[in-house]
């Protein structure tokens, strides 16, 4: 079955350090992967994903991710973190013959000033 | 452009009443997902749309979960006889085509609670 761990609930960073929100996840086969943001009482927001090719990926708002096959990991990382990115990530995962995203329960990320 | 919009946002049921929630998805695109979010968990999956066909409804919790997408654009994600279990957010998606690497953009949920 397929499923996708974030193994942290929060993750704290202080402004302009660099920020990782870990994910790995089980699946057969290549999959696809995803992240996104959630802000408060808002959907989620498409912020990258993995289809094929570089390991690693770069997507909005300076986030970007690496793919690791060997780990099954999916770690998205920004080099300087800012208040404003303070929220809930979710990674998610698509196998190629699948339909639903498969989520993870989702890292609060907190930043402070 | 606009995105994935949804209503009501809000939703107050008695329990054992019926709801029905409604999902306009980015024009043109194809494939219409609906999700269901506990309270601190990720989305999970319900059902899914490739135009009008309900082609993968394996997510639905029990058959008091109906949905529909007649004309292969708006859908409304039917709940009839509301248990307080049925108290979640319940997300709409949609993207472009049908395949597995297309990015699913999702709208604002409407958040049930059912008391």
């Known amino acids: 079955a397929q499923s996708v761990a974030q193994p942290e609930d929060q993750v704290n960073v202080a402004e302009g350090n660099p920020l990782t929100v870990k994910c790995t996840y089980s699946v057969s086969g290549n999959p696809y992967l995803f992240w996104y943001v959630q802000y408060p009482n808002r959907g989620l927001q498409f912020l990258l994903k993995y289809i094929t090719g570089d390991n690693l990926v770069k997507g909005s708002y300076g986030f970007e991710a690496e793919f690791n096959k060997s780990q099954t990991s999916f770690h998205l990382k920004k080099p300087s973190a800012l208040v404003s990115d303070s929220a809930l990530y979710f990674c998610a995962v698509r196998d190629r013959a699948g339909t639903a995203l498969i989520f993870g329960k989702g890292t609060t990320l907190s930043v402070s000033s | 452009g606009a995105g994935v919009s949804q209503s009501p946002r809000y939703k107050v049921a008695k329990r054992g009443q019926d709801v029905a929630l409604r999902c306009d998805p980015i024009s043109g695109h194809v494939s219409l997902f609906w999700y269901q979010q506990a309270l601190g968990q990720g989305p999970e999956f319900l059902t899914y749309?490739?135009?009008?066909?309900?082609?993968?409804k394996s997510g639905l919790p029990s058959d008091r979960f109906f949905a529909e997408r007649p004309e292969g654009s708006v859908s409304t994600l039917k709940i009839q006889r509301t248990q307080q279990e049925d108290s979640a957010v319940y997300l709409c998606?949609?993207?472009?085509?049908?395949?597995?690497?297309?990015?699913?953009?999702f709208g604002p949920g409407t958040r049930l609670t059912v008391l």
């Open positions: 749309f490739q135009n009008e066909a309900q082609l993968d």
């Open positions: 998606a949609s993207s472009l085509e049908d395949r597995a690497a297309d990015t699913q953009y």
